[in-house]
């Protein structure tokens, strides 16, 4: 059963920083794409940022030049390093995982997701 784990969320001034961990675990053989999506209220999810095993990347236009997404594939582990944060940034961020292989089934699954951290951004 693969799971990930996120960590990182707060509450942070205008301006400030923080920076999203999301470890995944469950016997796991490679993992291609790893991201952030980001779901306000009233609003539907949508995607932050997303890396590649290769180290690709991909971000919304919202967050190019503030947001840095990476991994460490040894780990299983992606990041997102969050810079000059504003109100608008405020919603719940999730990790995702897609095309995951386990050792158990060597075949991919799609779309593995982490339970939500709160990124509130205010003052």
């Known amino acids: 059963q693969v799971q990930l784990v996120e960590s990182g969320g707060g509450l942070v001034q205008p301006g400030g920083s923080l920076r999203l961990s999301c470890a995944a675990s469950?016997?796991?053989?490679?993992?291609?794409?790893m991201g952030w999506y980001r779901q306000a209220p009233g609003k539907q999810r949508e995607l932050v940022a997303a890396?590649?095993?290769?180290?690709?990347?991909n971000y919304a236009d919202s967050v190019k030049g503030r947001f840095t997404i990476s991994r460490d594939n040894a780990k299983n582990t992606v990041y997102l390093q969050m810079n000059s944060l504003k109100p608008e940034d405020t919603a719940v961020y999730y990790c995702?995982?897609?095309?995951?292989?386990?050792?158990?089934?060597?075949?991919?699954?799609?779309?593995?997701w982490g339970q939500g951290t709160q990124v509130t951004v205010s003052s």
């Open positions: 995702n995982a897609d095309y995951v292989v386990t050792i158990a089934t060597m075949t991919p699954s799609r779309d593995y």
């Open positions: 469950g016997s796991i053989f490679s993992i291609y794409a």
């Open positions: 890396i590649t095993s290769g180290g690709s990347t």
